[in-house]
């Protein structure tokens, strides 16, 4: 055995933490694998789609490309959502890849990048957390700034819904350029 394997018998198993970015909606905290986030981009206009659910705002054209926006507080249903025309200063949309398809999510703010150590993310719990399913739920970690909820971005539509947007998305160009212009 050399000095090397010595080294590292003698020293614990790196420790393993996951970044992530946390943002807000409405007074809760959320947390997303910094991974699945492709980008954070400002509010920008948003062409709505006729005959859409009512948390999918409408479509943005994002450098050529044609993506569904949807609000994240309609969607998890949290308390208190209402229905805005304007969003306030601050306000963010979440560019996130699921399963192949991107997808723009509007939160209130986006704080920062944090790290948490891998072992301090408990699982979801049984019961709704903040009005949330907890199917949404991969995990929530205790921060010295209060309760920060992961959410699984893949989880967050169902099979037809995510149909649906890659739909919205392919017959909407026409619609978004003229938008754009």
């Given at each position: 055995m050399n000095g090397r394997d010595q080294l590292k018998r003698a020293t614990p198993?790196?420790?393993?933490?996951v970044q992530m970015i946390s943002f807000s909606v409405g007074s809760e905290r959320f947390g997303v694998e910094i991974l699945v986030v492709q980008e954070i981009i400002m509010m920008s206009p948003i062409?709505?789609?006729p005959n859409s659910p009512d948390f999918v705002e409408g479509?943005?054209?994002?450098?050529?490309?044609?993506?569904?926006?949807l609000d994240l507080r309609k969607r998890l249903r949290l308390r208190g959502y209402r229905d805005l025309r304007e969003y306030?200063?601050?306000t963010r949309i979440l560019v996130v890849e699921i399963e192949g398809n991107v997808t723009g999510f509007i939160v209130d703010s986006v704080a920062k990048v944090i790290s948490v150590r891998a072992a301090?993310?408990?699982?979801?719990?049984?019961i709704i957390v903040a009005g949330v399913q907890s199917q949404y739920i991969s995990g929530?970690?205790?921060?010295d700034?209060?309760?920060?909820?992961?959410?699984?971005?893949?989880?967050?539509l169902s099979v037809e819904e995510k149909t649906a947007l890659g739909t919205v998305s392919r017959m909407a160009p026409a619609t978004?350029?003229?938008?754009a212009r």
């Open positions: 198993e790196a420790e393993q933490y062409t709505e789609i479509v943005i054209n994002l450098r050529g490309n044609i993506i569904p926006v306030p200063q601050g301090k993310i408990a699982p979801p719990p049984d929530v970690v205790h921060l700034e209060g309760i920060l909820v992961i959410l699984d971005f893949r989880r967050i978004a350029e003229g938008a």
